[in-house]
């Protein structure tokens, strides 16, 4: 009795003492996720190089927050646009396709390991029609920004658009979100589930084009122990998912970052403090009526 008291004592207090990450490694990730990504868009690296770097990156994540389990019963999400839920979800959650994904590897097409969440924008200027408001994109998970874009330019070929990657402290993994307007965070921020991190938009090759309507791109990879990842069909857990109306509620929610505190304000001591944007939240009503919200054609 009194060994296994001992066991779990070790197990709980003793465990997340053992990261060994540095500052100097915890950084490598923060300033080099984004240039990796360039350099598989760019092909600066061969797929076996990048993948290489990514598990290096990503053992260094693992490392720093040791508590970040994957457990797919577990999950809980808060959905990813601001009052909508699971409905507005493309093709009732049939335009996920990983099927010849490889993140390493830009030559390789034909996948989508992703959903696409739309809105209703008819004139295509990225505010909801039934409010005249740009939709909020809020965080589904606690986690880190490990990259962004915020310079797309009409005209540019980059699909992806204005994007965020964040690392998810509470099941470990990756979230992806492209295409969005603007981006409210910076790499190397803290975010909590509900935490408004960008608006809706229409940038990336394909989603400015007339064609395409208005969505949020977003993608789960989860990380196995030798750092590879995989993408995983996240529909079970957005129908689960809390919808938010207003972000500042958003430390209602359940999980949050209670997990390595200590560690994770001394890590991002020399990381500048970002002001939240001051923007106010007006209610909107969610989604009413059982019609999912149609995608007229898989984007990407
Ligand atoms: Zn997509």
């Known amino acids: 009795m ?9 197990f709980l207090f003793l465990q997340k003492d053992t990261s060994s990450v540095t500052h100097k490694e915890y950084l490598s990730v923060i300033n080099g996720y984004k240039q990796l990504l360039v350099d598989i868009r760019e092909y600066k690296l061969s797929p076996h190089q990048a993948r290489e770097k990514f598990q290096e990156m990503m053992f260094i994540m693992k490392e720093a927050y040791p508590s970040a389990r994957y457990d797919s019963a577990q999950v809980q999400l808060c959905f990813p646009l601001m009052g909508f839920d699971f409905r507005a979800v493309g093709g009732n959650g049939s335009g996920y396709i990983p099927r010849g994904y490889d993140l390493f590897d830009q030559a390789k097409k034909g996948s989508h390991p992703a959903h696409d969440i739309f809105m209703k924008d008819k004139n295509q200027d990225s505010r909801d029609d039934r409010t005249g408001d740009y939709v909020p994109v809020l965080s589904t998970t606690d986690g880190i ?9 009409t005209g540019s070929e980059y699909r992806g658009g204005n994007y965020i990657w964040i690392y998810d402290i509470t099941n470990g993994g990756l979230w992806y979100y492209a295409h969005q307007r603007e981006i409210y965070v910076k790499t190397g921020q803290i975010v909590r589930a509900g935490q408004k991190i960008a608006l809706v938009g229409r940038t990336g090759f394909n989603a400015a084009m007339p064609r395409s309507d208005t969505h949020l791109h977003m993608t789960f990879l989860r990380i196995d122990d030798d750092g590879n ?7 079970g857990w ?12 958003a430390i209602d929610l359940e999980p949050i970052a209670t997990a390595r505190k200590v560690e994770i304000q001394k890590i991002v001591k020399s990381i500048p403090a970002i002001k939240e944007p001051k923007i106010a939240f007006k209610h909107i009503k969610p989604i009413t009526g059982d019609e999912p919200v149609k995608s007229r054609r898989r984007l990407r």
């Open 238 to 249: 957005l129908k689960q998912a809390t919808t938010l109306l207003d972000p500042r509620i």
């Open 229 to 235: 990842p995989f993408p995983v069909n996240t529909f």
């Open 2 to 10: 009194v060994k296994i008291f001992v066991f779990c004592f070790n």
């Open 145 to 153: 920004v490990i990259a962004i874009e915020n310079g797309w330019q």
